[in-house]
Structure formats: structure tokens, C-alpha cells
């Protein structure tokens, strides 16, 4: 069977972007909706939501969108494309990587990069190695990664609290 292959979704930066988070690449339900972490069992916007002390996930997307920025932080993926049958990293075939370092070089406020999820850290931190930026690996907000309570990935995420 032939694999699709998936493409990841602009950036939403802005030249005072203080903080990147970086996934992987989009699943079935973001990728269908064009939206970052459309699925409803994502728990990315509520993590986000508890490291700025605002309710995101209340929010419509575009109003997400607007306070993400407004706080300083941008959104991307480490994979720019790659083929995949379903939303599992463990799926991904033929990565072709995002170009992270062209992004990075043109947001001059960048402090730090959180990477959501095991895979979005592999990838990132070997196409960052020359970074002097703060690199911080953040547990996977996804519905599939159920092995750490939502406290505990919340706690962990609020690392990025420094840097805005």
C-alpha cells in the first residue's frame, strides 16, 4: 500500500517570537482540519494554556493563534513532509526536515525552542546542533503519549515560563 504523503503547515511566527514549540508533523485531525492540534483529545492547547495562565482551549482558533503570538510564542514542526498512513510518529517515513535553522536565523528575540514530543527533540536537536538557544524536550501533548497525567506534563511545560 502506498503511503500519503503529509505536509507540514507554515510557521505562525513574528519577528518578536521568543519561544518556538515544535511538533512533529500534523495528524489526521489537524491536517484535515488545517489547523496545529486539532484533535479534541490533544492536550496542546491546555498545556499552552497553563504555561500563559489564559484558557486557549475556550477559545476559537483564530483567538488561539492571536494570544500564542501575542505572548511571544511560535508554532512549526520539525518534518516539513514525509509519508504516513494514520497520525503515529512511529509511522513516519521518508522525513524530509523542516528548515529550522533558516527559521530560527530570522527571529532575532528567539530565546528557546520546546519540542512537543520525543520525536519533534530527535529531530530538532540534530538539525539545532549548533544552536545556542535553550532546548527544551516537553512530554508529547498527544492523545497517544497517555503515560504521564496531564499535571505532570503541565508541570513540565511550565519550564517555558522564563522565557517569555
Given at each position: 500500500?502506498?503511503?500519503?504523503?503529509?505536509?507540514?503547515?507554515?510557521?505562525?511566527?513574528?519577528?518578536?517570537?521568543?519561544?518556538?514549540?515544535?511538533?512533529?508533523?500534523p495528524?489526521?485531525?489537524?491536517?484535515?482540519?488545517?489547523?496545529?492540534?486539532?484533535?479534541?483529545?490533544?492536550?496542546?492547547?491546555?498545556?499552552?494554556?497553563?504555561?500563559?495562565?489564559?484558557?486557549?482551549a475556550?477559545?476559537?482558533?483564530?483567538?488561539?493563534?492571536?494570544?500564542?503570538?501575542?505572548?511571544?510564542?511560535?508554532?512549526?514542526?520539525?518534518?516539513?513532509?514525509?509519508?504516513?498512513?494514520?497520525?503515529?510518529?512511529?509511522?513516519?517515513?521518508?522525513?524530509?526536515?523542516?528548515?529550522?535553522?533558516?527559521?530560527?536565523?530570522?527571529?532575532?528575540?528567539?530565546?528557546?525552542i520546546?519540542?512537543?514530543?520525543?520525536?519533534?527533540?530527535?529531530?530538532?536537536?540534530?538539525?539545532?546542533?549548533?544552536?545556542?538557544?535553550?532546548?527544551?524536550?516537553?512530554?508529547?501533548?498527544?492523545?497517544?503519549?497517555?503515560?504521564?497525567?496531564?499535571?505532570?506534563?503541565?508541570?513540565?511545560?511550565?519550564?517555558?515560563?522564563?522565557?517569555?
Amino acid at each position: 500500500m502506498a503511503l500519503t504523503r503529509k505536509f507540514a503547515f507554515a510557521p505562525v511566527v513574528a519577528t518578536d517570537t521568543r519561544i518556538l514549540i515544535l511538533g512533529s508533523l500534523p495528524g489526521e485531525a489537524s491536517l484535515a482540519a488545517q489547523r496545529y492540534y486539532a484533535h479534541p483529545h490533544n492536550q496542546f492547547w491546555r498545556l499552552l494554556g497553563a504555561v500563559l495562565g489564559i484558557e486557549l482551549a475556550t477559545l476559537d482558533y483564530d483567538a488561539r493563534l492571536h494570544a500564542v503570538r501575542r505572548a511571544g510564542i511560535g508554532l512549526w514542526d520539525t518534518v516539513a513532509s514525509a509519508r504516513r498512513q494514520g497520525s503515529l510518529d512511529a509511522a513516519l517515513r521518508e522525513v524530509e526536515g523542516a528548515a529550522l535553522g533558516e527559521l530560527v536565523s530570522t527571529l532575532p528575540e528567539l530565546r528557546a525552542i520546546g519540542f512537543n514530543g520525543a520525536t519533534s527533540a530527535r529531530l530538532g536537536r540534530k538539525a539545532l546542533r549548533d544552536t545556542s538557544l535553550a532546548l527544551i524536550d516537553l512530554p508529547s501533548s498527544s492523545p497517544a503519549y497517555a503515560a504521564m497525567p496531564f499535571a505532570g506534563k503541565a508541570q513540565i511545560w511550565g519550564r517555558l515560563r522564563e522565557f517569555l
